[in-house]
Nanobody, 115 residues
Framework: QVQLVESGGGLVQPGGSLRLSCAAS????????MGWYRQAPGKQRELVAV???????HYADSVKGRFTISRDNAKNTVYLQMNSLKPEDTAVYYC?????????WGQGTQVTVSS
């Protein structure tokens, strides 16, 4: 099993920044991909950004140039730096880890972008 704990969400004004963190614990060896997804009210969960064990990254078009995903292997932690936030970025953000055929999810952290 892999446990994922997110932190860093909150309320921010449009144009502001937040950094989300996701700490992994448990059977973390062989985790090959970690990422962030989000789900807004009434919408399906969607990919935001992912990073492989080799630090290859992929971003949704809607966040390219504004969000940056990174990982600290020594701390077993993945980060999502979110800049130039927009109201449409408001959602619950979930951390996800893939280990072989298994996918693990965190409990989610709320991000609200509003003036």
């Amino acid at each position: 099993q892999v446990q994922l704990v997110e932190s860093g969400g909150g309320l921010v004004q449009p144009g502001g920044s937040l950094r989300l963190s996701c700490a992994a614990s448990g059977s973390i060896s062989s985790i090959n991909v970690m990422g962030w997804y989000r789900q807004a009210p009434g919408k399906q969960r969607e990919l935001v950004a992912v990073i492989t064990s080799g630090s290859t990254t992929h971003y949704a078009d809607s966040v390219k140039g504004r969000f940056t995903i990174s990982r600290d292997n020594a701390k077993n932690t993945v980060y999502l730096q979110m800049n130039s936030l927009k109201p449409e970025d408001t959602a619950v953000y979930y951390c996800q880890a893939s280990r072989g055929i298994y996918n693990y999810w965190g409990q989610g952290t709320q991000v609200t972008v509003s003036s």
